[in-house]
């Protein structure tokens, strides 16, 4: 999203400023022009408890395709979204990407586009239940909400407030869904978005604003209906912090982190895991590169966490724990990046990752038992 440190490096970053612009500043960047390219390949891996291995999943023709989110249902029953592109010409054109896995195999599912003429796809996807899917992202300049009843997957009337995006989405209950991005004014500014469905439909809640000008949340996770945290980044002074808010119930506080003292820093993969406790994962910029940020929240405050890795470009996108102890973190390393997976046990550790193509980066992680854990992302010739 607007205002983040670039997700891309090398001929991928330089692809990714070009479609870009292609696609016009009306939309974020992190949303569907940051995403799939047209010489994509979908990636999925897995973690038996020893070591990690790609697995196969078929996706319907077309130029590119990247996977950006996973959620478990179950072992059984488990969704990853993301965006496929189309290319007609130098025309890329871009369209919602499900992939749902039953316990065998992976298989592609059928997505509603809204218009065919206007750039789509998710980013973001969470469940309560084999019946309560939801994923979240962007078509056009406008936010889109797709939701799977345990039949087929909708379009759900969101704001759909214009220059507005969704990144991040959290299914408490079937009638408590948050999700949460940015949003443009009139004037310009970004601002933070978050959205609350009531089980009957979308409605705006109020999120504080640190900064003003460039102010957007990247995930949400929940432990419950009065226990929600939400991260992102903001800009202050003319550089990018890192922003921390939390639910308690009645309303969202700014929930400050200590990355935020870091010229730049963001946060964009964020999970709960206790009445007290959160990981949140992201990467900072300093002199000599950019390198992984991991924070965990304990009891009443943020805590730096050391992250393994002595190369100059470490980014970790998203976050998943089975226990407080038992965390995996997911991303990216190397200024042509290749796949990166984390786990922490009391201290991080780097679990090495197949490489199909360079750059190759994974996007989404989600734990089901300690032999059990899968990641998604793309990979991309040079």
């Known amino acids: 999203m607007a205002g983040k440190i670039p997700r891309l490096a090398g001929n991928a970053r330089l692809l990714a400023a070009a479609f870009a612009a292609v696609l016009g500043a009306a939309i974020l960047s992190g949303s569907v022009a940051a995403q799939a390219l047209p010489g994509d390949a979908l990636l999925i891996e897995h973690w038996d408890g020893k070591k990690w291995t790609v697995t196969p999943a078929p996706v319907p023709p077309a130029g590119g395709s990247e996977l950006s989110a996973v959620t478990a249902i179950s072992p059984t029953d488990i969704w990853a979204v993301g965006s496929l592109v189309e290319t007609t010409g130098t025309t890329p054109t871009w369209h919602p990407l499900a992939e749902h896995y039953d316990g065998v195999s992976w ?15 998710l980013v973001a996807v ?39 995006e969704l990144a991040g989405v959290a299914a408490v209950s079937p009638s408590d869904v948050w999700a949460v991005g940015a949003t443009v004014t009139k004037t310009g500014k970004t601002r933070t978005l978050i959205e609350r469905w009531d089980g009957s439909a979308w409605r705006s809640v109020p999120s504080p604003n640190p900064s003003g000008p460039k102010d957007e949340l990247s995930a949400i996770s929940a432990w419950s209906a009065r226990n929600i945290y939400a991260v992102g980044d903001y800009r202050f002074r003319g550089h990018t912090r890192a922003l921390t808010l939390h639910w308690n119930g009645t309303r969202w506080r700014n929930r ?127």
């Open 107 to 121: 298989s592609p599912v059928v997505l509603p586009t809204p218009k065919e003429t206007e750039q789509s796809g």
């Open 126 to 164: 969470s469940g309560s239940s084999a019946t309560d899917v939801w994923a979240v992202g962007s078509v056009g300049d406008r936010s889109l909400v797709e939701h799977y009843d345990g039949t087929s997957w909708k379009v759900v009337p969101s704001l759909r407030t214009a220059g507005s």
């Open 256 to 382: 400050w982190s200590p990355s935020a003292a870091a010229r730049q820093s963001a946060l964009r993969g964020l999970t709960v895991t206790g009445r007290s406790d959160a990981w949140a994962v992201g990467s900072s910029r300093g002199a000599g590169g950019e390198r992984s940020l991991t924070e965990y929240w304990h009891i009443c405050s943020w805590h730096y966490s050391e992250v393994p890795g002595a190369n100059d470009f470490l980014d970790l996108y998203a976050v998943s724990a089975l226990s407080a102890d038992d965390v995996w973190a997911v991303g990216s390393s190397g200024d042509a990046p290749q796949t990166l997976a984390e786990h922490w046990d009391g201290a991080w550790t780097v679990k090495k990752t197949p490489n199909p193509q360079i750059p190759g980066v994974l996007r989404g992680v989600a734990a089901v038992a300690d032999d059990d854990v899968w990641a998604v992302g793309s990979s991309n010739a040079p």
